[in-house]
């Protein structure tokens, strides 16, 4: 992060510390997202919470949601997001090629048809919310996805535009680590 200090963990308040060593442990490394964040912490805790909220109370597979991310954050031209989840997307999918198809152009990336709708409705949602409809909807629970479902396509693409413009607004790097793994 260029634009804004980067704290010290060990000047963090203790549940920041917590979840910080927590995700260096899972991960073998602190995800960069965990120090930009940590430069506000009372934000750190909300979007954290929502995230965690987003991907353990989901109608959605791991492997879905991180295609959402990754097709929005190339929509969005988000450096960060595309190489930190652009890894995610590919341990989470089994398959080493996906991120890069989804984020070069998701409508040819080699994807269920279900899934393509999925990720149509979110990039639709990023690019041109106001057009959304009820074709979108229809469209979506003919490829059987339930309302609930629908529910979370759109709060992760709507988390992750969020996401990308505060990495912009940061200028977010990604982790060296990220760039190798799922390959």
């Known amino acids: 992060m260029t634009r804004f200090p980067v704290p010290d963990v060990e000047d963090l308040p203790e549940d920041i510390q917590e979840r910080i060593v927590q995700e260096e442990a899972d ?17 750190f805790r909300a979007f954290f919470q929502y995230y965690d909220a987003l991907v353990e109370d989901t109608e959605l597979d791991r492997a879905e949601i991180e295609m959402i991310i990754v097709a929005v954050s190339g929509a969005n031209d988000c450096l960060y997001c595309n190489v930190a989840h652009g890894a995610l997307a590919r341990i989470y999918a089994d398959d080493p090629q996906i991120a890069e198809q989804l984020i070069s152009n998701h409508r040819t990336a080699n994807v269920s048809e279900e899934r393509r709708a999925m990720l149509d409705f979110a990039v639709k949602l990023t690019e041109n919310q ?12 003919e490829h059987g996805y339930s309302r609930r479902a629908i529910w979370d396509i759109g709060s992760v693409a709507a988390f992750f535009n969020l996401s990308n413009r505060m990495a912009h607004l940061a200028d977010m790097r990604p982790n060296d680590e990220f760039y190798g793994l799922g390959r």
């Open 27 to 43: 991960a073998g490394f602190i995800a960069n997202v965990f120090l930009a964040m940590a430069y506000r912490p009372s934000q």
């Open 130 to 141: 106001a057009e959304i409809g009820e074709d979108d909807f229809e469209r979506l629970r």
